[in-house]
């Protein structure tokens, strides 16, 4: 990889910068796929997919706008373990809920532990089997999971139009390079760790077509490699008392709204 290089230029750049007295836009954020961005895109995709196990934490920030155009953030945080190529747990806390989503390559359970209920499917297949499911199937938000498909190039490179190499910078004290991306809809951003493992650190969406251009970021920490997986980890086991449900609708912000008991 050209990441030496990339690293040179960067230091010029940020020196010319530091003479004129204001940063400016570098030249590598020409209108078209930039060679820089995609070599360590594709890098950080590669690594990602082959990762057979491992953990993380995310902290997450999801802008609304008012009708005013106040312009606010929820901000909630999660846990994953994932397990290739058909094992999942994630946690999210958030302002209105407590959910765990549990999958073990047969079941899928999305636990509302604040509604005190559940929802479960039949689902034979992979951990992208069940991202989707979650997405599509029961109305669950995720922004972020394209960067834990098999194949988290091929979804992140879709419909991308342009893209910039924009040099490195600290991410939570990790030094990462910064890579932004142009689609019809959305513009995203992308901070990949320099040094070492090629870990995705930080990814915002920004939304094109909506009034106040809304932003969706997550911020990584806490990866581990090697985790130490309870071998009942990805099975979901009723708590007393909890109501199965056929729903448990959800907003736009990926919470909880009302409940709807089976009849």
Avoid: C
């Avoid at 960067?10 to 060679?35: H, I, K, M, Q």
């Avoid at 082959?50 to 609304?64: C, H, L, R, W, Y």
């Avoid at 985790?227 to 919470?255: C, H, Q, S, W, Y």
């Amino acid at each position: 990889m050209r990441h030496q290089s990339m690293r040179r230029r960067a230091l010029r750049a940020a020196l010319s910068a530091l003479f004129l007295g204001a940063l400016t836009v570098p030249a590598t954020a020409a209108e078209a796929l930039n060679p820089d961005a995609d070599e360590i895109l594709r890098s950080m995709s590669t690594f990602v997919a082959g990762m057979k196990a491992f953990s993380a934490t995310a902290d997450i920030s999801n802008e609304v706008v008012t009708k005013d155009g106040q312009k606010l953030q929820i901000i909630s945080t999660a846990t994953l373990v994932v397990e290739r190529p058909s094992r999942l747990y994630i946690a999210r806390r958030g302002k209105f809920a407590d959910l765990e989503v549990f999958y073990d390559g047969k079941k899928l359970t999305l636990h509302g532990k604040t509604a005190n209920a559940y929802i479960q499917k039949d689902l034979a297949g992979t951990v992208d089997d069940a991202l989707n499911a979650l997405e599509r199937g029961m109305g669950i938000p995720m922004p972020a999971s394209d960067l834990l498909l098999a194949n988290p190039y091929a979804a992140l490179i879709s419909g991308a139009t342009s893209s910039g190499y924009y040099g490195l910078e600290y991410v939570a004290g990790v030094q990462s390079h910064h890579l932004a991306f142009r689609t019809a809809l959305v513009d995203w951003q992308l901070w990949v760790k320099a040094e070492g493992n090629p870990l995705p650190m930080k990814y915002v969406i920004t939304t094109k077509d909506v009034a106040g251009a809304p932003q969706f970021s997550v911020q990584f920490s806490n990866w581990n490699l090697k985790p130490a997986i309870a071998a009942n980890r990805f099975t979901f086991v009723a708590p007393k008392g909890v109501k199965r449900l056929e729903a448990l609708p959800v907003d736009a912000m990926g919470e909880i709204t009302v409940m709807q008991e089976n009849k």
